[in-house]
């Protein structure tokens, strides 16, 4: 015979109602659903716990709109939770088993309904896209459509799973961006997915996340450009082999704008033409251009491209751009073509290094400090504890 048991769990999300006696020998296990059974507002950042007492869990299942919802048993099979937080505003149906030897099995069955957010927020734009084949120092980047205060509590649901294990972190980037970059580059040709489990996560006072929001990435072949302005020449790897060497001009270094960043850059867009305009400069000034620039692969924000300019005179002699590296058309052509967003060009040979922030030069930062960035070690750091998934 099966008993149905709908019972109350005070208060926080791990705690019981206190102490209960130990089952007699053949009385049945005893489960406890928190939040409790017919709730009408249950807060959906603290989850969903099932603890059976007396007695082990043998199924647990749950289900939003249709779905199951994640969730696992401890090492002792007493408690269940969800592995991530609920859904503001909707209803959970819980059936919970729970067993024990020589005694009935008791289930419990019933419903929890979350309360509904004041305000929400949600991912408004991510890199990669998604879909996108990406070269392997590419970072993720997820932008949110609200300020985010709790940052760790944000942090926690993000998950980036990847086909060959990968060790990376999160650095928040103000209150609205946050980018994940790998110890090391990724290992080339896998599939890497990022699942932002927002639903449900409290990000600040009445503010909960509202969907939950994945998508995923290819990492491409393995190409990887070093430029020694010194010698004037770029060298392009391709899966640990050369695939071109290029004679390049950088930047003539009379002035701090015109001097070649050096660093770790990564390539992040392109186009075929790209209008480039001297700064700080207006029409009539010394120096002012405004020029429709062919083949012109980005690899930072402070104006810098590796570029097509037909002035063989200077690519291999003499640095005579305006900072671009620039190289014969048909090879900055060809570096167009084959370029995937987040390749490494690693540039050596001037005074003006790479700021961290400056695009996408993250890889510029010492894997420590870059790992500093992250909530969730600083929560650690100041001796607070991190939960574990």
Not at 9 to 18: E, H, I, K, P, Q
Not at 179 to 185: D, E, G, K, L, M
Not at 309 to 336: E, I, M, T
Request: proline share 6%.
């Amino acid at each position: 015979m099966f008993h149905v048991a709908f019972l109350l769990v005070c208060g926080v999300l791990l705690a019981g109602c206190g102490s209960v006696p130990e089952a007699p020998t053949g009385a049945p296990p005893v489960v406890r659903v928190w939040p409790p059974f017919d709730s009408k507002r249950a807060r959906p950042d603290r989850g969903l716990v099932v603890t059976a007492q007396g007695g082990t869990l043998s199924q647990v299942l749950v289900y939003q709109d249709g779905e199951p919802v994640p969730g696992r048993l401890d090492a002792s099979r007493t408690t269940w939770r969800t592995d991530w937080t609920l859904k503001p505003a909707a209803e959970y149906t819980v059936t919970a088993t729970a067993t024990r030897q020589g005694a009935p099995a008791t289930v419990a069955m019933g419903r929890v309904r979350t309360r509904a957010a004041a305000r929400t927020f949600q991912v408004a734009g991510t890199a990669p896209l998604p879909g996108e084949t990406v070269g392997v120092g590419m970072p993720v980047i997820i932008d949110f459509d609200a300020p985010i205060e709790d940052r760790a509590a944000v942090e926690r649901a993000l998950e980036v799973t990847a086909e060959e294990p990968v060790e990376g972190a999160w650095r928040w980037i103000g209150d609205t961006r946050v980018i994940y970059r790998t110890r090391r580059f990724w290992t080339p040709r896998q599939q890497v997915t990022v699942t932002a489990h927002l639903a449900g996560v409290r990000a600040g006072d009445g503010l909960y996340g509202a969907v939950d929001s994945t998508f995923s990435f290819t990492v491409g072949r393995r190409q990887t450009s070093t430029i020694d302005t010194r010698t004037h020449q770029m060298l392009v790897h391709r899966d640990g082999a050369v695939a071109r060497r290029m004679a390049i001009s950088a930047g003539m270094a009379t002035t701090v704008e015109y001097t070649t960043t050096s660093g770790v850059h990564l390539t992040m867009d392109k186009g075929h033409p790209v209008r480039m305009i001297s700064p700080g400069r207006e029409k009539g000034d010394p120096g002012f251009y405004d020029l429709m620039i062919d083949h012109a692969v980005r690899i930072s924000d402070s104006g810098e491209y590796v570029h097509a300019k037909d002035n063989l005179w200077a690519q291999g002699r003499s640095n005579v751009s305006h900072g671009c590296v620039n190289a014969r058309p048909d090879q900055a052509a060809w570096f167009y073509d084959t370029s995937l967003r987040g390749d490494p060009v690693t540039i050596t040979g001037t005074s003006r290094p790479l700021e961290w922030d400056n695009g996408w030069g993250f890889w510029q930062l010492p894997w420590e400090k870059w790992r500093q960035g992250s909530a969730l070690v600083k929560i650690d750091a100041a001796g607070g504890r991190v939960p574990k998934r």
